[in-house]
């Protein structure tokens, strides 16, 4: 079996307030607000361990706050190698209306210097990377040069790890450097990449096959909202067809969430499809849990026997 580990760089902790008739330019009433240790990888961690996953998870933490973000961490049970930087760990909002979608304000404040990023680079490259899933995500802070983080990665990918990037901070053409094992872009993202949002999932499928044979990567997943995913190897390609929700809670870390169930099947070994309906069940029950809480394991197993995989 393979091991599971997530790389956090950039970590938050993601208050959620509900805030039921939001209006922007008004003074808006909050009616219950949850705090969790966040940041996207933490998010995959938590999922994952949830869901009886074994994994370990790599963060540089602000000695400012760092103690707080652990203390959640351990009340998560989420195993973690953690390094420590001056200055304090962000703090990012989430407003959720009754109706209509979430807004969510992101602090861009956090800074890592070159010697701790190295530090927590020589302890993850000290392992036996070829047994290893590593999912990277997250954008990098600022005292980093991307370069720098996508000399890391390159080891990795080198060394026989199987990485995972989930970054808005990488372009195509970073991504095609790279070319990782997994990037799962959303529908936002993938009209960045290909000048156009796909019109249908049929579209996505066709568009995630064109970016794996444009050597973005070796494997992609478009996800499509409720509407499912779109995955693509470039020899196999399918439309992953989900439940509807009735009233989806939180769509904030469901990304996150495929991701850790993405990881779960590679790391158990199943096929490629069984793998594919899990992720995406991972993402759906996880939009059933409010803020970035994981997705239930109980969520899971339902959502599972309704995803219906469409090879095309």
Known sequence: MKAIRTVTINPCFDWH?????????????????????????????????????????????????????VAYLKKDDIPCRCFTVKGRIRENIT?????????????????????????MEAAILSE???????????????????????????????????????????????????????????????????????????????AARKLVHAGVSETVMISLGGEGAAYSDGENTYVLHIPALENPVSTVGAGDSTIAGLLAGTAEGLPLEETLRLAVSYGTAACMTAGTLPPRPEDVKTVLGQVRAERV
């Open 17 to 69: 307030y509900t805030v039921p008739n939001f209006e922007a330019g008004k003074e808006n009433l909050v009616t219950a607000m949850t705090v969790e240790a966040g940041g996207k990888g933490v998010n995959t961690s938590r999922a994952l361990r949830v869901n009886g996953v074994e994994n370990l998870a790599y963060i540089i933490l602000g000695d400012e706050n760092g103690d707080a973000f």
């Open 95 to 119: 407003v959720h209306p009754s109706k209509g979608k979430e807004t969510r304000i992101s602090v861009n404040t956090f800074c890592v210097p070159e010697a701790v990023f190295a530090e």
């Open 128 to 206: 036996d990377l070829p047994n290893l899933l590593v999912s990277f995500s997250g954008r990098i802070p600022t005292g980093l040069a991307k370069s720098r983080v996508k000399e890391m990665l390159k080891k990795l990918i080198a060394g026989g790890a199987r990485v995972v990037v989930d970054s808005s901070s990488f372009t195509p053409d970073d991504l095609r450097e790279l070319h990782p094992w997994f990037i799962k872009p959303n529908e936002q993202e993938i009209e960045a990449f290909l000048e156009s949002a796909p019109a249908t999932a049929l579209d996505a499928a066709h």
